[in-house]
């Protein structure tokens, strides 16, 4: 009888043993992937911001390409306004800035959007995490503008360039084919053709119609406000 007792006293406490033991088991590994769980949201939250950072900088560069383009807006504009201004005779112009604005219509430029960082973010995933969708769209639509600035921006200098292969006439060549010329020379025999007149009209009418570059300067500007408000620079 008391080695009965005695069985019903050990079973009870290997039931009790095994029962103890088990939940220690399970609340670890409950715990372990609690844990990892919390490890693995700080790393993606530290990936999110890693990139963010990343796509910041690549904006801040995206907006000083801006602000050189801006600046050679204002400048050929000005260019095209004075150079119509004095069309009839541009012996009359002023000679400093007729030498100062004589040689703007025939540069070409570029706009380069930079977007590699972009690119990673999308590819990695890491745009989906980040817990402000709104940013997530802000940054989609701001380098949608990026692109489209810069692809009105090329192909006007595109165009500019077509316009100019016309009004480069024999007389235009041979001026500049001279050892020295003068400036109120070269722009009289550009302007002496029709399609010289429409070259430089053109280039005020193209550039006056061309959206003003403050709109993407503020888009850019303001998503880079963004972004650093929420990684907390």
């Not at 690119?119 to 709104?134: D, G, P, T, W, Y």
Request: one cysteine or more; hydrophobic letters at 40%.
């Amino acid at each position: 009888m008391e080695n009965k007792s005695k069985n019903k006293s050990n079973l009870r406490w290997d039931w009790m043993s095994f029962l103890t033991n088990f939940t220690a088991v399970v609340l670890g590994i409950v715990l372990t992937f609690a844990i990892q769980k919390i490890i693995d949201n700080k790393n993606e939250k530290n990936d999110v911001e890693k990139s963010l950072q990343l796509v910041h900088d690549e904006l801040v560069t995206n907006l000083n390409e801006l602000y050189v383009c801006d600046t050679a807006y204002t400048k050929e504009l000005q260019a095209a306004e004075f150079l119509i201004k004095y069309e009839n005779d541009f012996s009359l112009a002023p000679i400093d800035s007729l030498y100062l604005f004589a040689n703007e219509p025939f540069i070409l430029r570029e706009m380069r959007v930079v977007s590699d960082a972009f690119e990673l973010q999308k590819m990695s995933s890491l745009l989906q995490k980040i817990e402000n969708q709104e940013l997530s769209l802000e940054i989609i639509q701001t380098y949608a503008a990026l692109n489209n600035a810069a692809s009105s921006y090329n192909s006007y200098y595109e165009m500019k360039l077509q316009m100019w292969e016309k009004a480069n006439g024999d007389e235009v060549k041979e001026i500049m084919s001279r050892n020295s010329f003068t400036a109120p020379e070269m722009w009289n025999a550009i302007v002496s053709s029709n399609d010289g007149k429409v070259f430089i009209h053109e280039i005020r009418t193209k550039m006056m119609m061309w959206p003003q570059m403050d709109e993407y300067i503020d888009q850019v500007k303001g998503t880079i406000d963004r972004i650093e408000e929420y990684i907390g620079q």
